[in-house]
């Protein structure tokens, strides 16, 4: 788990006054793991710390706090819970000042807590680590010190299309921290009004020209309106480089792709690095339900294949 400073410079931008509630050690069974945060402030919060009771009692606690406190939860008794272990919650007050102060220049952010002072060795060891070798620590509580990386997403995920399946698969993975997502698609109006936060929408008129600025790690799921357009994309991204792409349709449509694919010079291996159809078969071809299908097999242990997503929606 790890600091996610965007959400929190959001929330304190559009609230003033943010508590953020993080699990910063546990002790036998947990709802969630250490590095855990939710924030909260008057009237809402976002994110989990996991537990029912528990994060009921500690969002209502933190909305009447004006400074720091650290707390220990057992969850059994005090809490009525099935989980018989116990949590020790950090909950921080964030205003504009102080989020102007937090250094993470190194990529972890490390503080004093609960009284504790001077900074203890084993806290400047991880930090030298993270600032000579790029080595970030895992959260933890270590001697009065909570240690947590800054967020930064494991994945690119382009997504190319707007339409019906576009937001079905943008709504499904925009709430998943470790995946950042790009959005294109040919006008500006093609996208809904609301777009989830995080998400960086780009409008061009011809999407394919914007296929050199994605990374070649990112992974690309191809679902516009045109075949042509779908087509085009496929080619730029085989010229490009990619991680992973899929691309919805039909074993015909991609029969045919793969044969104009050819005539543009592509070799058959390398084509066959596109996946196509993707979704389960076996949920449906609703907009979601595409969705679901997709989204479960990003997320499978390991890198994402073809073979994973090729027996998809026909």
């Known amino acids: 788990m790890s600091f996610d400073l965007d959400a929190l410079r959001d929330a304190v931008a559009a609230q003033g006054r943010v508590v953020r509630v993080v699990i910063a050690a546990i002790r036998g069974s947990s709802p969630r793991e250490v590095g855990a945060a939710m924030l909260v402030w008057e009237g809402g919060q976002l994110g989990t710390i996991g537990g029912g009771a528990l994060e009921f009692a500690a969002a209502r606690a933190a909305r009447a706090l004006t400074q720091d406190r650290v707390t220990q939860h057992p969850l059994g008794p005090a809490l009525g819970q099935c989980c018989g272990g116990a949590v020790t919650l950090l909950s921080e007050v964030y205003d504009a000042a102080r989020l102007a102060a937090t250094d993470a220049d190194i990529g972890v952010i490390a503080r004093a807590v609960g009284g504790a002072d001077q900074m203890p060795l084993a806290v400047a060891r991880l930090l030298a680590r993270a600032r000579d070798r790029g080595q970030q620590p895992e959260a933890q509580l270590i001697d009065g010190w909570m240690i947590e990386p800054v967020h930064r997403p494991a994945r690119e995920i382009w997504v190319w299309g707007a339409g019906h399946v576009g937001r079905a698969i943008v709504g499904v993975l925009a709430p998943l921290p470790d995946i950042a997502l790009t959005w294109v698609d040919t006008a500006p109006e093609r996208f809904p ?40 994309l496929c080619h730029a991204l085989l010229c490009q480089g990619f991680a992973f792409a899929g691309l919805i349709g039909s074993a015909t449509k991609w029969a045919r792709f793969r044969g104009r694919l050819a005539d543009l010079g592509h070799g058959a291996n390398r084509i066959a690095r596109i996946t196509c159809p993707i979704g389960d078969p076996a949920l449906g071809k609703h907009p979601q339900a595409i969705a679901l299908g997709v989204g479960a097999a990003l997320l499978r242990p390991g890198r994402v294949e073809a073979t994973e997503l090729k027996e998809g929606l026909a």
């Open 193 to 232: 009004e609301q777009v989830p936060a995080g998400v960086t929408v780009l409008p061009a008129a011809r999407p394919e020209v914007l296929v050199p600025r994605a990374p070649k790690n990112a992974e690309h799921l191809i679902l516009t309106y045109s075949h042509k357009l779908d087509l085009d």
